[in-house]
């Protein structure tokens, strides 16, 4: 989380990326310290980024059921998940508030949109599903928002880079939809798939279900497309 | 939902019972009919009345992992929810945003404070689980929002009704408690349990974990409880 | 289970299909009717077929461990399988009995060899585990019973029908597979996969565990492989 | 599984007891080593009893489909068991084979019935269920077995001792029991459950589904009804 070091999710703030020449001048190396954001981050960021832009956020609520897989291997005891869930995840929530400012902020420093995050392991395999409540800026219309997120493209589509999703947020119109047995693979893993677009009475904003597979978006397809970003800018 | 039906959870609002005197008046009945509230909003409405008579509530923001036997027998397919999570149930978040804020409210009307709930079904069998951010009217300290619950009383117990649990609201202190195949059975189904309470950063107010027993608290057992309150009133 | 109607599992009793022409014959039709094996006697016929070939069998005994979607849709309630086996499948292990014998049995009768199965539905989603048993003619190493199942071909590899999987059954050598999960899909689910061939102590035989795809080649897939096989043979 | 050291399960094997007076001669010591059986062995052996000491036993094939406690704690992975079966359990079926001819044996020898076991683990919490497949000397209708079992009583029965179950062995009716999640805690935990007891073609024997308690009579329940009965008998 050191200032210099970009933490980035390739399609939401590509930008940061900038940073590696600063870090070069500052740490006076050749190398580049890049960081992926943690899985549910991840995630969140990438179906908050066509908000952010239309939008603009003023608040973020999220509350997640994790899969199995991200807590690694062996991870989760069986004996812990089967007919359960568990309601914390170590240094989970603090790390989704804080990054998801981070990446979702300017290059030099975080946005100051509020986030609270409330994270539960679930005995699910593969995908974190998230119950998203967000507070914009400028009234949100369900259907707008939805346009928004089933047009966003950004540099690594632009760019065409390999890893890319062809579609990175992909917008699901059934009313019992994503769910992640079913929508975790779409983009081969490294897209987002959001439905439930609807309003929220409470922020008189949106809400939303979102799912990604957090051991691809969230992890080693995240990796691999950051390091495709870094290359197209030639950074490697 | 009529005016003059009351909606009872008996520790939250027994006093709702007196709506049965204007029923009879206005119907021209010696009966009554008396509803139970939906199985998220009993355990949503117990947890909350400490907190709603304590510090008094202006937002509430509520995401279910709910059991599958919520659903009835046969009620959701294996084929749906082993390895799933399936964000969606037919008008459910509609009953808790409405049912909340009529048990909550005074018996002539409604409180005014916001609700917003997504809901959704996991493979557990009994136990739903939520997770429950709110903002207060007054501060609210974690520690001070836990000894309300531990703390709280209502007529049932007062009345000591055969139903009534011991201590209504069972607060637990592990950072990864409550979890519903260990919480599920407290008090015999009657108790809600809750955990992890902390400040919650978007409300600056607090955020909660709670688990009850979708078939006894939020079904069964309710019914049961709201028959004795009645009878300890004279109505039956 | 008529006389002049195949029930055929293509690899391992395709010249079955020569019944079709006794079937014209005798009901004085064009058409043919076929009948595909059972899900769970699929998979158990394919693995049982090498063995058969290369070592003769006496007595089969087999527990099967079934995955709901064998139960078809909705089929098997979530609140009778999450943490639970149910012990039973209407009429199952007679099909099973009665079908492992037709198949593997000669074109006009039934094989004599003996079937015991006991069936049970387990909290999976797809692919049949089934722990088998076996009396053989002639003595039968692990070994060798594993190289007859690796290197086993029938007639649609050798036709190189479309459907047809390269290994039809695939040994594998970790003590702990086959496993659903991970195995199911082998061969776009026409393979049986089969691992832990071992001796067995009763029948001074062999034991071992196969999985295979329920809802492929124990449904639509081998349906499909059944056609291609008539065709081949221009009866369609 | 040295000579000298008794492996009991109180209402199966009592009398080899006495082979601690043996044990104490031989090792010239006052304290007593007795083990307890496998847990898999345990819920065997003890619907095997009746059937042994009305029909004799020549054969016995036994197929285990393993809760997730058998393993301990941490034990299973859930991303190894979630929507899957491993058909391995280290040194399991050897166990099984080893003990069940001791525990059903003579003091001073090991019954000379022969014994297959195959082991598998599955999504399950609590209970052992087993597939049985039995020849017997003598033969065995299946209501006269069902009798044997019910009405099946032992020393620990005789003695009230106070861990001992009122009765061992519950024979159910239903065509589709027993099932763990339902039966497990039968005789609080300390009974085996017993259904579905039919011919079985290969044997001309019979063959049944059990289910048993893996961690009360498979572990913590069987030491402590074993430390009874050693009380009883003046060992302790």
Excluded at 219 to 229: D, T
Aim: charged content about 25%.
């Amino acid at each position: 989380m050191d200032d210099d070091v970009p933490l980035v999710n390739p399609e939401v703030n590509f930008d940061h990326l900038s940073l590696i020449d600063e870090q070069r001048r500052k740490r006076k190396w050749d190398g580049a310290i890049v960081t992926n954001p943690n899985c549910t981050t991840a995630v969140l960021t990438l179906s908050l980024k066509p908000i952010a832009a239309s939008f603009g956020l003023k608040s973020v609520v999220m509350s997640s059921m994790q899969a199995a897989s991200g807590a690694g291997y062996p991870g989760v005891a069986s004996l812990d998940i089967i007919d359960n869930i568990i309601p914390f995840i170590c240094e989970e929530e603090e790390k989704v508030q804080r990054e998801t400012r981070k990446i979702l902020g300017q290059v030099e420093r975080s946005a100051d949109f509020r986030v609270s995050a409330s994270c539960h392991r679930v005995p699910v395999i593969d995908g974190h599903t998230e119950a998203v409540f967000v507070e914009t800026e400028k009234p949100a219309a369900p259907e707008d928002v939805a346009k928004s997120m089933a047009e966003f493209k950004a540099e690594p589509q632009k760019l065409m880079l390999p890893t890319a999703p062809e579609q990175p947020v992909v917008v699901r119109s059934e009313q019992d939809r994503p769910q992640p047995r079913f929508d975790r693979s779409e983009g081969k893993g490294m897209s987002v798939v959001v439905g439930r677009i609807r309003t929220d009475p409470v922020f008189d904003g949106i809400k939303y279900a979102a799912i990604g597979h957090n051991m691809v978006r969230g992890a080693a397809g995240c990796a691999v497309l950051i390091a495709e970003s870094m290359k197209s800018q030639g950074y490697i």
